[in-house]
């Protein structure tokens, strides 16, 4: 009842910034990939992303991921928005994030699939106008009590447009 509720609240407020008044602003979307290391996992992994830039303070993001870990599959998709509390209006931006974690893992006749809540901070360093380096830092709290948990370290390279 409880996953119920928090992926109901969770939806309707992702919704809610869809529907929020979109300012102008150059790039409005941003989709690229890179590195991950989950510590839960202790593997490294691929990830490609996508953002859409909604206001100059607010985005959302999607992210999949896809850990090397001999015998077993992880997949992980990551539902969040972004809120930017800091841009010098140059090259460098800060964020905060918030979201889903959905981690799906398969190894030989086991299935399972864990939902948590991702909650972090990244940043991004633009090269170019269009090119930018994306790195972020997650903890990601597991269960429904919270006593379970990991850390998520991403590095990627995005591309606005």
Not at 13 to 28: I, R
Not at 51 to 71: C, M, N, Q, R
Request: with cysteine.
């Amino acid at each position: 009842m409880k996953k119920n509720l928090f992926l109901t609240v969770a939806v309707v407020a992702l919704f809610s910034f869809l529907t929020t008044n979109v300012h102008a602003q150059e790039n409005k979307f941003s989709a690229g990939g890179g590195l991950t290391y989950a510590t839960e996992i202790d593997e490294a992994g691929l990830f490609a992303k996508g953002i859409y830039h909604f206001t100059p303070k607010w985005e959302a993001s999607l992210s999949g991921t896809y850990y090397f870990v001999d015998g077993a599959t992880f997949l992980g998709f990551d539902p969040d928005v972004h809120y930017v509390f800091y841009n010098n209006e140059k090259n460098l931006a800060c964020y905060g994030l918030a979201g889903l974690n959905i981690l799906t893992v398969k190894a030989g006749g086991f299935s399972a699939n864990e939902i948590g809540i991702n909650l972090g901070l990244g940043l991004r360093y633009k090269f170019t106008n269009n090119l930018s380096l994306n790195p972020s830092l997650k903890y990601v709290i597991a269960t429904e009590d919270g006593s379970d948990g990991y850390f998520g370290l991403n590095i990627g390279l995005m591309y606005s447009f």
